[in-house]
């Protein structure tokens, strides 16, 4: 059995995002899912399978050369907790089991290697989750003994309903890196910082940093303005 395998979440509607797919965006001259799969591939010692809906095909061909393997969500209009369960349905067997989003640009290996260094030092029959100054963050690392109880109610699976339902089966690893929750107010932090330079204000170094994601991801201040990322 593997030690650990990974569901990557790539099947969403980026409805605001206008007619760009923010899993495409150019990232430092390559489409961000793809720069996020090569991080999860150069931690896993088990299978990457990533989950495609929207513009699966687009998703597909800038990942076809990865080793990985994909599950499609034919209902990826319903959300995200049907696209975990796809992703649960055909994932192999693993010790742990990370399931992540396909759209966090800055995720590292080595963010993902402490994650999953603080699963092991922890409660190994609990759910870890990234948390810093009470922000939740992606991925999470699911125990092989509770990989079921995910799609156990399949009125409602997925790990966010779970995780926040059952605590006692959740333990919180505090890992300050970025990567981990550019997704969590990352709109309102980028709308800010542009405003904040409009404006002629000093900027922070949160702003600058802020500034310097905004051109790495080639995107307009509109675009940013209504990006709303999910959170497992």
């Known amino acids: 059995m593997h030690s650990i395998a990974a569901i990557l979440l790539a099947a ?16 430092e001259g390559e489409p961000l899912v793809r720069r996020v799969a090569r991080a999860y591939l150069s931690v896993l010692d088990g299978p990457l399978t990533v989950v495609t809906g929207f513009e699966a095909e687009q998703v597909r061909t800038v990942l076809n050369d990865l080793p990985v393997h994909f599950a499609h969500n034919a209902a990826f209009a319903g959300g995200q ?9 055909h994932a192999p067997e693993a010790e742990l089991l990370a399931v992540g989003l396909g759209d966090q640009p800055l995720l590292t290996p080595y963010d993902l290697t402490k994650l999953i260094a603080a699963q092991r030092a922890g409660d190994s029959k609990k759910i870890t989750i990234p948390v810093h100054a009470g922000q939740r963050g992606n991925p999470i690392i ?4 509770l990989r079921h109880r995910l799609t156990e109610n399949p009125a409602r699976p997925g790990c966010m309903r779970f995780t926040r339902d059952h605590p006692e089966h959740v333990q919180a690893a505090e890992l ?8 969590v107010g990352y709109a309102r932090r980028l709308r800010e910082a542009v405003r904040t ?5 000093s900027m922070t170094r949160t702003h ?11 995107m307009t201040p509109e675009q940013a303005d209504n990006i709303r990322f999910p959170c497992c």
């Open 176 to 183: 300050d890196a970025r990567g981990f929750y550019a997704d």
């Open 81 to 89: 907790p049907g696209s975990v369960a796809t992703g649960l349905k």
């Open 197 to 201: 330079r409009q404006r002629g204000r």
């Open 12 to 27: 969403g509607l980026s409805s605001r995002m206008g007619p760009q797919n923010k899993l495409l965006l150019d990232v």
């Open 208 to 218: 600058l940093w802020l500034r310097r994601l905004l051109h790495k991801l080639k």
């Open 142 to 145: 699911v125990p092989r003994a």
